[in-house]
């Protein structure tokens, strides 16, 4: 069965240093996203792609934070510096397309812990 | 800008138990998703709704929207310890595909 892969599962790391995670959609998934969940808290959007060009990218802290899917496949997002804030979820999902009635698939998730 | 209440905010109830879950919007969804969260894995849908007053089973679940499409209710008959995990609502609404979700409730089903 298709799955939505995503590396590292969990991530620890300092204040001030550079993370990245990486994501693998569906194959054929034209769509991906990348979700911020706070303990506690429903996930929130940080960005969204349509093959690789960015669709949304309005609530993504651009000051620290970067994506990319280069070949409208795979995507990365980095974090540089990381702050303690920073610690959540991230969730990356992907859909045959955008729009209302294309299901999202979420990923495992990556754990990240800032000390 | 929506905002999506879900009550309550966690629950612990006994396996063979009945329970409800409530989300409720600030304004008007044009399609709403239920999804379930175990614990260290992503979400899961488990089901769509977009018609005022639809009424959706999923063997023990029961989805609600309501006729003004503002609210909706998840309904679970003889909870299970393999119920266990996050319920969250999300307005599907947007027309980039962008989900809105609640803030979730936890939901604790003990043997």
């Known amino acids: 069965e298709a799955e939505v892969a995503q590396s590292p599962r969990y991530k620890i790391t300092e204040k001030s240093q550079a993370v990245a995670f990486w994501c693998d959609p569906i194959?054929?998934?034209?769509?991906l996203y990348w979700y911020r969940q706070i303990l506690g808290q429903g996930p929130e959007l940080l960005v969204q792609?349509?093959?690789?060009?960015?669709?949304?990218d309005s609530q993504l802290p651009k000051d620290r934070f970067s994506a990319e899917r280069l070949k409208g496949v795979d995507s990365t997002l980095k974090i540089q510096p990381a702050e303690l804030g920073d610690s959540a979820m991230y969730l990356c999902a992907s859909s045959l397309g955008g729009g209302q009635h294309n299901e999202q698939f979420f990923g495992p998730g990556t754990r990240l812990t800032v000390l | 800008t929506q905002l999506l209440e879900q009550s309550p905010q966690f629950l612990s109830i006994q396996e063979g138990e009945n329970l409800t879950v409530y989300c409720n919007s600030s304004s008007v969804f044009s399609s709403l998703q239920w999804y379930r969260q175990e614990p260290g894995e992503g979400p899961v849908l488990l089901v769509t709704?977009?018609?005022?007053?639809e009424v959706k089973k999923l063997k023990r679940l029961t989805f609600q929207f309501g006729d003004a499409r503002k609210d909706s209710s998840l309904h679970i008959t003889a909870a299970q310890p393999g119920d266990t995990g996050l319920y969250l609502c999300a307005d599907g609404s947007s027309n980039t595909g962008k989900l809105i979700f609640g803030q979730g409730t936890t939901l604790q089903v003990k043997p």
């Open positions: 792609f349509q093959d690789e060009s960015v669709v949304d």
């Open positions: 709704v977009v018609t005022g007053g």
């Open positions: 194959s054929g998934h034209a769509t």
